[in-house]
């Protein structure tokens, strides 16, 4: 297990925040905090575009065993990372996101 991933806490709004606005960067369509989770979507040309993304995602979900929740359609795929042990936002989530976002500049 990715350290990263052990002993990991709540963390507080300030923290979330911060750590979203880093995530973004100058993104105009980056991460958000929705019902308690961090919520982004991808757009994608086709389907097979989409599954590819998806299938990567899951990669890097099983490898750093931190699954988010999923919904895609033909063109799109929503990806929503919260802790559920910890009821909240962890570093795990925002480390996670950091690695999705990376499939897009690959």
């Known amino acids: 297990m990715?350290?990263?991933?052990?002993?990991r806490r709540a963390l507080s709004a300030t923290e979330i925040v911060t750590q979203l606005t880093q995530l973004n960067g100058d993104a105009a369509q980056g991460?958000?905090?929705?019902?308690?989770?961090?919520e982004k979507t991808y757009?994608?040309?086709?389907?097979?575009?989409?599954m590819a993304f998806v299938n990567a995602l899951a990669w890097i979900a099983h490898r750093e065993d931190h699954h988010p929740d999923l919904s895609l359609s033909y063109g799109r795929c929503t990806v929503r990372f919260n802790t559920h042990d910890v009821n909240g936002i962890s570093v795990s989530d925002i480390h996670c996101a950091a690695a999705v976002d990376a499939l897009q500049k690959a």
């Open 43 to 50: 757009s994608f040309a086709n389907f097979h575009e989409t």
């Open 2 to 7: 990715n350290p990263i991933h052990q002993n």
């Open 31 to 38: 991460w958000k905090l929705i019902d308690g989770a961090l």
